[in-house]
Antibody
Framework: QVKLLQSGAALVKPGDSVKMSCKAS????????IHWVKQSHGKSLEWIGY????????NYNEKFKSKASLTVDKSSSTAYMEFSRLTSEDSAIYYC???????????WGQGTLVTVSS | DTVLTQSPALTVSPGERITISCRAS??????VHWYQQKPGQQPTLLIY???NLDSGVPARFSGSGSGTDFTLTIDPVEADDNATYYC?????????FGSGTKLEIK
């Protein structure tokens, strides 16, 4: 079955960067686009962007363009998101999701909690 | 960005029929999808493309709408439906989500 396994929680200092992973299994990794979504504590969901594992092509929400960087490693079926110049506003749970062609997240990872604190 | 406005929190009893609304600030055709999120869990897909039930989702859930107005219906509500429900649109870039409707079962 389709699974997306995300890396564990991270505690990082303001100004640092964090790189989280999303390992896919149960399907052909390059056949589906991977999206990333942010959920601040107790709040709604924000779409960060996506990466096409086949081509490496990306599309970012303008709000996160200077903050997020999406990459993939096809050999290990893993997608990565690096978030840079972290502030307290970046403390959140970050989800990866396998999007279907109609534009919706059919499968979601369990989330990575990022806490930014000195 | 396309803003999705959802109805406020609801408190209902098991067995009732409820509707949760999602209104878009501009047309999104039928590219609206609904998710359920229980505390401490990731979102799970319920309805895609406005009215299509995802695999394994109980038939108590249904969706409707097009253009700017969409509805998620649960009939009848069960205790396990205690969760927050989000709509999401994929017609306009960037993709956006509604603010969520928290459903509490008495």
């Amino acid at each position: 079955q389709v699974k997306l396994l995300q890396s564990g929680a991270a505690l990082v200092k303001p100004g640092d960067s964090v790189k989280m992973s999303c390992k896919a299994s149960g399907y052909a990794f390059t056949d589906y686009i991977i999206h990333w979504v942010k959920q601040s504590h107790g709040k709604s969901l924000e779409w960060i962007g996506y990466i096409n594992p086949y081509s490496g092509g990306t599309n970012y929400n303008e709000k996160f363009k200077s903050k997020a960087s999406l990459t993939v490693d096809k050999s290990s079926s893993t997608a990565y998101m690096e978030f840079s110049r972290l502030t307290s506003e970046d403390s959140a749970i970050y989800y990866c999701a396998r999007w279907s062609y109609g534009g919706y997240g059919a499968y979601w990872g369990q989330g990575t909690l990022v806490t930014v604190s000195s | 960005d396309t803003v999705l406005t959802q109805s406020p929190a609801l408190t209902v009893s098991p067995g009732e029929r409820i509707t949760i609304s999602c209104r878009a600030s501009e047309t999104v055709s039928t590219l609206v999808h609904w998710y359920q999120q229980k505390p401490g869990q990731q979102p799970t897909l319920l309805i895609y493309l406005a009215s299509n039930l995802d695999s394994g989702v109980p038939a108590r859930f249904s969706g409707s709408g097009s253009g700017t107005d969409f509805t998620l219906t649960i009939d009848p509500v069960e205790a396990d439906d205690n969760a927050t429900y989000y709509c999401q649109q994929s017609w306009n870039d960037p993709f956006t989500f509604g603010s969520g409707t928290k459903l509490e079962i008495k």
